[in-house]
């Protein structure tokens, strides 16, 4: 079989940043046609409700479901689904969320208040949002770690209901997933997928009640419509292909960086694995390990498609050129494979995730670390957040004047009204001075 090359880059080549941006420039735009079939059934679910979401189910996931209510899951069916897993598999599912959820709580926004000189009270308070829905992927896939990461920290967060939509293809659901909502405290999990359970969510029908914000991960028709029904409800973010970037001083086992470097390319042909060090031989070591631990992998075609296109091995001029470059990079998950990997991370300012230190690969961070793996993709890691509690929390501005105070605002604020003409504002204003 023919050996995995990925591409060779080099900081000092003339033509590095211009084959940088290329190999960036990856995140695939949502085409039109999508965008008019995602219109079209958003239409219609807000015009027929129920009626368009049975109709759709059945088409689309072909179900030959009556009535919205059959579409709805039971929390006993969610137990049962948990008490039939593996118990090796509980515990372990139990234990990731024992620690997400220990982490999640370090994350709760707090409310605050003080006085100022004049007397008047300002603070803020911080209420969680009533609804939230989650959108888990169905059929064949089985992430019961992205319902623990979406789920948990909404819980956290003291949310009212959260709702999770998952689909059924041919009426099949994964009992695994079932189990993390049951384990997760999900409150209801309705068996629809695509653009409609979006659009139900968004805006509701007579059976599924309108959430106030939707997160989890889907496919384009899933994130094209998460896009359309923003400002409706909020969402988390339109995700783009997994991506790790390591940075080696080449005193890591290189079969350990190969098997990391796998781990995100094995979720699509479109993620992006590069490995960034300043010792050549480290690269072809672990070049040589890649193709070594390669034939071990049960996605091998998925792998040679991510590494072959849109991996790389990129030599630095040293360390500072490598935090340079990882920052250029803004990845979603950063690993530091270094003997003092906190120095290095001060020179970091943009990543989703970093991981310090050889022993702290990017998996413990999907499954059990704690911190969520909804982190930013597509280099949004320079302006965006990990999915946390705080995304579910809102924060409410609070403002109480004293009589005397008030008198102090007065002015300033007339005279500031004044200036953009705004004659209301002003004499709002000075009606309290």
């Known amino acids: 079989m023919t050996a995995l090359k990925p591409q060779r880059l080099d900081s000092r080549d003339a033509a590095f940043t211009l084959q940088l941006d290329a190999l960036l420039d990856r995140a695939p735009e949502i085409s039109a046609d999508i965008t008019q079939v995602v219109d079209d059934l958003i239409a219609q679910v807000r015009a ?79 209420t969680p949002m009533d609804r939230v829905g989650l959108y888990v992927p169905g059929g064949k896939a089985a992430y019961p770690s992205s319902v623990l990461m979406n789920a948990l920290p909404a819980k956290v967060a003291g949310v009212g209901e959260v709702v999770m939509v998952v689909p059924a293809p ?21 068996t629809i997928g695509g653009a409609q359970a979006v659009a139900a969510l968004a ?32 969402i988390d973010s339109i995700a783009g292909p997994s991506e790790i970037v390591i940075i080696s001083d080449g005193n890591t086992d290189p079969r350990w960086l190969a098997m990391d470097l796998f781990s995100q390319a094995e ?30 992998l049960g996605r091998q075609d998925i792998v040679r498609a991510s590494v072959g296109h849109r991996g790389a091995l990129i030599l630095a001029r040293d360390f500072d050129d490598a935090a ?39 998996a413990f961070g999907d499954y059990c670390a704690g911190p969520n793996h909804v982190l930013p993709t597509s280099r949004a890691a320079r302006f965006s957040n990990p999915l946390g509690v705080y995304e579910f929390q809102k924060r409410t501005s609070l403002i109480e004047c004293t009589p005397e105070g008030a008198k102090v605002l007065a002015p300033i604020a007339a005279r500031i009204a004044d200036a953009e003409g705004l004659a209301a504002h002003a004499a709002s204003a000075r009606d309290r001075s």
């Open 203 to 234: 805006y509701g029908t007579q059976t599924i009640a309108a959430v106030d914000k939707i997160v989890g991960p889907g496919n384009a028709y899933v994130a094209a419509a998460k896009r359309r029904v923003f400002g409706r409800v909020g």
């Open 324 to 362: 340079a470059i990882s920052n250029r990079i803004a990845p979603e998950h950063l690993e530091l494979a270094v003997d003092d990997p906190r120095a290095l991370m001060e020179q970091i300012r943009h990543a989703g995730a970093i991981f310090l230190g050889r022993h702290t690969p990017e």
């Open 48 to 126: 027929d409700g129920d009626a368009a979401v049975v109709a759709l189910t059945n088409r689309f996931d072909r179900r030959s479901v009556q009535q919205a209510s059959e579409l709805v899951l039971e929390a006993a069916a969610l137990e049962t689904a948990w008490k039939g897993l593996p118990a090796d598999l509980r515990d372990a599912l139990s234990a990731a969320a024992a620690r997400i959820t220990a982490y999640a709580e370090h994350q709760k926004i707090a409310a605050f208040e003080f006085t100022d000189a004049h007397g008047n009270r300002l603070g803020q308070r911080v």
């Open 170 to 190: 041919g009426g099949d659901l994964n009992p695994v997933v079932l189990g993390a909502a049951h384990l997760a405290g999900i409150d209801r999990v309705i």
């Open 267 to 296: 979720h699509d042909e479109l993620a992006q694995s590069i490995l960034i060090s300043p010792d050549a031989a480290c690269l072809d070591a672990v070049e040589a390990a890649m193709n070594t631990r390669l034939s071990a």
